[in-house]
């Protein structure tokens, strides 16, 4: 079992900064690949940006590539979503998830409740 639980949201203008972090309990965090999703209202969750158990590889959806960077400490059981140079359309609850890895939520096993992101312009 691993339980998530994200922080790092809030309400930013266009243009700005956050960064996202994602605390997992449990032993075997390293063992799993992780994922940031994001749902907008009346929106399907969609991918933003996974990595490796290892943390050597990343892969982003391409409307966040050169703007979002994913990476972990395994040491203290955390990943993040740096996310830079934000647009309203990035407003949405963003969601980290450990799993397989991969593109899809099917992917992933374990959920955290979410942090909404707010961008104005």
């Known amino acids: 079992q691993v339980q998530l639980v994200e922080s790092g949201g809030g309400l930013v203008q266009a243009g700005d900064s956050l960064r996202l972090s994602c605390a997992a309990s449990?032993?075997?965090?390293?063992?799993?690949?992780m994922g940031w999703f994001r749902q907008a209202p009346g929106k399907e969750r969609e991918f933003v940006a996974a990595i490796s158990w290892s943390g050597t590889t990343t892969y982003y959806a391409d409307h966040v590539k050169g703007r979002f960077t994913i990476a972990r400490d395994n040491a203290k059981n955390t990943v993040y979503l740096q996310m830079n140079s934000l647009k309203p359309e990035d407003t949405a609850v963003y969601f980290c998830a450990a799993g397989s890895g991969g593109w899809g939520t099917a992917e992933y096993d374990y959920w955290g409740q979410g942090t909404q992101v707010t961008v104005s312009s």
């Open positions: 449990g032993r075997t965090f390293s063992s799993y690949a």
